[in-house]
């Protein structure tokens, strides 16, 4: 009889369905697929990758977004900036080292007096992964965040303009958040903008994400001839002509650039 009930047991277990993963493996699916993500991810793309519910999916990803471990860019989501610190993701999107880059840096920074800047695409954002700045340093929306919209920045623009993808991408949107009374928000204005970038090989941003702040940047290519940086100057606007600036730092991008390609 002992035998017996033990078979009826093992047949009860046996029938039970499969224990369903708890909240820390459906987190953990979450971020797996958000950092094999090089763009933003939608709430439905995330579903369909990893199997979950829309509000479970939500749930968490209300959870992750609180802890910094994703965030929410436009309609969609990305690794936070505290999972990205974590893996080492910005240092690593950085084709090059700092032993090859920083040189230019600082010789722009003896060359202008103003903060530098260097930018890797971030989703639709610019993330700035080295700055240089002065003791007459320009405040600006950025500082303290090391991210900006791409659409209202130099070093955005720099980075739409020569990367077709990402501004497919952005140009979707349609109209554009405003940050200034000078911001570009069509879909038309910015495109005539970028076209004017890849004339000259330089953006420009004259108070268009801070008031007060003018900025010129230039792309920095990498292995390829594709775009992998933008290398930028911010000063105070009126403080010193943005076509001097522009030429200093096109120079220094473009011979990042050909270090970039020679390392």
């Keep these: 009889m002992p035998t017996e009930l033990v078979r009826q ?52 990803l209300g959870v992750l977004c609180s802890r910094e471990l994703a965030r929410r860019v436009g309609n969609g989501y ?35 007096r103003q903060t530098v800047n260097l930018a890797v695409p971030s989703g639709l954002e610019s993330r700035y ?16 965040m090391d991210r900006a919209p791409l659409h209202c920045t130099a070093t955005g623009k720099a980075l739409l303009a020569f990367d077709p993808r990402l501004r497919q991408e952005l140009l979707a949107r349609g109209s554009f958040e405003r940050m200034t009374r000078r911001t570009i928000t069509t879909q038309a204005g910015l495109e005539r903008e970028l076209a004017q970038v890849r004339r000259h090989g330089v953006a420009y941003s004259r108070e268009e994400f801070t008031e007060g702040v003018a900025c010129v940047a230039a792309p920095v290519f990498g292995p ?13 606007a009126g ?22 390609l020679g390392a």
Excluded: F, W
């Design 9 to 60: 047991a093992q047949r009860m277990a046996d029938d039970r369905p499969a224990a369903q993963p708890g909240s820390l493996e459906r987190g953990i699916d979450i971020l797996l697929a958000l950092s094999a993500a090089s763009h933003p991810v939608s709430l439905s793309q995330l579903c369909r990758s990893t199997g979950l519910p829309k509000s479970t999916a939500h749930r968490i």
């Design 78 to 112: 990305l690794p936070g900036e505290l999972l990205e610190t974590m893996a080492g993701i910005t240092r690593a999107r950085v084709p090059g080292t700092r032993k090859v880059v920083l040189p230019y840096l600082l010789y722009l920074y003896e060359t202008t």
């Design 129 to 144: 992964v080295e700055r240089l700045y002065g003791h007459n340093r320009v405040d600006s929306r950025s500082d303290g």
């Design 224 to 236: 390829g001839g594709r775009i992998c940086m933008s290398l930028g100057v911010a000063a105070p």
């Design 239 to 260: 403080a010193a002509p943005l076509a001097k600036l522009g030429i200093s730092v096109r120079g220094a991008a473009q011979a990042i650039s050909a270090a970039l």
